[in-house]
């Protein structure tokens, strides 16, 4: 994958240097503090989260740490791998459980973000540790939306509920609510509509899904290739709607990783889960201090 190439390479170029050193000064702390700067600013992360990121690491650096250690270059590396991982949410942050199932997933996105690919991956996921999972097409909006999403819940085999494009998408949730309950299903997806932008409609409609389907996670599709403007996204959609979690898509594509680095910082709200591919493959837990070690390379 060529995902963070650019971060990535920039970074250990700046550490190759410090990782070398048996001493290290100030200068040499604020020097190749600069240049992460850059690179980060480069990678497309958010202005006061790059600021905010700096300070911090160099707070640390400068501080004791790196005068009782012997290897004060391996210091800073790891200093800023913590850091990079606190930004990223720290922990990896766990899907929601229903304290009596169905569990209600409500995936909301702007239109070309990869909703309904992620809803079935997700299914896919739900379904290899042995849940059963029910996908509800609430896209009516998006010609052929019903559609891609029956033809992806067969090839996993997953069940699809549908009531056509011609009734509310909140009679759609309700009753494909209910359908999961009649039939023992333990997880309802909630695919629904998106628009090319943020709009009042489609806010509206979202809360009044929300309010009948009272999910227990809302997760926000964004793609990361949009970097900033996925982070924007998020925010306007984390103000309107509460989100619990991202989803990330299109990670294998050559994103600069803006956009993984400041969502969390921006929004208060996790990244959940990344996608790869256009293939349906379950969709993988989001891990900040492996992403980290990743970028750190
Ligand atoms: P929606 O409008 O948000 O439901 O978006 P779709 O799920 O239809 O996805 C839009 C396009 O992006 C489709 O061509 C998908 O195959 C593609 N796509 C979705 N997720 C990913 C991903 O993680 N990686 C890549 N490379 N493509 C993706």
């Not at 170029?13 to 702390?29: A, I, P, Q, W």
């Not at 997806?189 to 806010?203: C, K, N």
């Not at 964004?222 to 991202?246: I, P, R």
């Not at 992403?291 to 750190?296: C, D, G, Y």
Request: with cysteine.
């Amino acid at each position: 994958t060529m995902a963070f190439e650019g971060l990535s390479t920039r970074l250990q170029n700046v550490f190759g240097k410090l990782r070398g050193k048996g001493k290290v000064s100030e200068d040499d702390v604020n020097e190749a503090m600069r240049e992460v700067r850059l690179a980060l600013l480069e990678a497309d992360v958010n202005f006061k989260v790059v600021k905010d990121f700096i300070a911090k690491v160099k707070d640390r650096a400068i501080g004791q740490e790196m005068a009782k250690s012997f290897t004060p270059g391996m210091v800073v590396v790891d200093i800023v791998n913590k850091e990079l991982t606190e930004l990223m949410g720290g922990t990896q942050s766990k899907l929601a459980k229903a304290n009596k199932p169905p569990t209600v997933i409500l995936m909301a996105g702007l239109q070309g973000a990869g909703k309904t690919t992620s809803s079935a991956k997700l299914a896919k996921m739900l379904q290899k540790s042995n849940h059963k999972p029910l996908l509800v097409a609430g896209d009516i909006y998006r010609p052929a939306a019903i559609k891609q999403l029956q033809v992806l819940g067969e090839q996993i085999g997953v069940p699809v509920f549908t009531l056509g494009d011609q009734t509310s998408p909140v009679e759609i949730a309700r009753s494909g609510l209910q359908h999961a309950k009649d039939n023992g299903l333990d997880y309802v997806i909630l695919d629904t509509a998106g628009r090319l932008h943020i709009d009042a409609a489609l806010m509206e409609e979202l809360r009044q899904v929300h309010e009948v389907a009272k999910p227990d996670e809302v997760l926000l599709v964004v793609d990361s290739m949009t970097g900033q403007e996925a982070v924007n996204v998020a925010k306007s959609f984390h103000e309107q709607l509460e989100l619990t979690g991202v989803v990330l898509t299109k990670l294998d594509g050559d994103t600069r990783g803006g956009a993984a680095l400041s969502v969390k910082a921006v929004t208060g709200c996790p990244i959940k889960f990344v996608a790869t591919g256009e293939k349906i493959e379950p969709l993988e837990p989001f891990h900040p201090e492996r992403m980290a070690s990743r970028i750190l390379g």
